[in-house]
């Protein structure tokens, strides 16, 4: 089992840009969660998924950041457009039920310039 | 009050003693807890579960949950130093589906 997927795996972009990350869960989990993690703020759930479709997205900052899951092994977390303190890790996680264990994938590391 | 209460530490443990690292929550409602571990730079794994009031022991890991005083802790027994990295406590949320982390506790094992 290749495990969760994010990519890219670092991404530096310039404030104002369009940023898109990308996540490919684990084969026949039904629930996908996208958090942030920073030293200050620790790990924050943004927005979860079942069965592709968006349950919670209290955790979403604000209007720049958007998720889409359009099927079962694809989805993505866009931010538009970025600024500094967007600059985080960026994991994804799935798992088989939203209460279950969660299995993370390696993150993105998001800088802002 | 937050959900999910940890000590931030750094909790710093001599190598071969027990270390303790404990969690708060706020959810009377709810019914499964978890332990994560994340060393530096790497994204969280889970270590244990649990679901019952009582010890669950899982080989040098026991974790201890106290639905009562609202209370989930792990021990870490003959701590290495390979055991330093972040502890992060989940705690399944009874009115919404989903998990929530506390912020985790850094543990530093010196040799």
């Known amino acids: 089992d290749a495990g969760v997927i994010q990519s890219p795996r670092h991404e530096v972009t310039e404030m104002g840009q369009e940023v898109t990350l990308r996540c490919k869960p684990i084969s026949g989990h039904n629930s996908l969660f996208w958090y942030r993690q920073t030293m200050m703020r620790g790990l924050e759930l943004l927005i979860y998924f079942n069965n592709n479709v968006p349950i919670d997205d209290s955790g979403m900052p604000e209007d720049r950041f958007s998720a889409k899951m359009p099927n079962a092994s694809f989805s993505t977390l866009k931010i538009q457009p970025s600024e500094p303190r967007d600059s985080a890790v960026y994991f994804c996680?799935?798992?088989?039920?939203?209460?279950?264990?969660?299995?993370f994938g390696p993150g993105t590391r998001l800088t802002v310039l | 009050q937050k959900e999910v209460e940890q000590n931030s530490g750094p909790l710093s443990v001599p190598e071969g003693a027990i270390a303790s690292l404990n969690c708060t929550y706020s959810?009377?409602?709810?019914?499964?807890f978890f332990w994560y571990r994340q060393y530096s730079g790497k994204s969280p794994e889970l270590i244990m579960f649990?679901?019952?009031?009582g010890d669950k022991e899982d080989g040098r890991f026991t974790a201890q949950l106290n639905k009562a005083s609202q209370y989930v802790s792990l021990l870490i027994r003959d701590s290495q130093p390979s055991d330093s990295a972040t502890y992060l406590c989940?705690?399944?949320?009874?009115?919404?589906?989903?998990?929530?982390f506390g912020s985790g506790t850094r543990l530093s094992i010196r040799p």
């Open positions: 989940a705690v399944q949320s009874s009115s919404a589906s989903k998990i929530i």
């Open positions: 996680a799935s798992s088989l039920g939203s209460t279950n264990e969660q299995f």
């Open positions: 959810d009377r409602g709810s019914q499964s």
């Open positions: 649990i679901y019952s009031n």
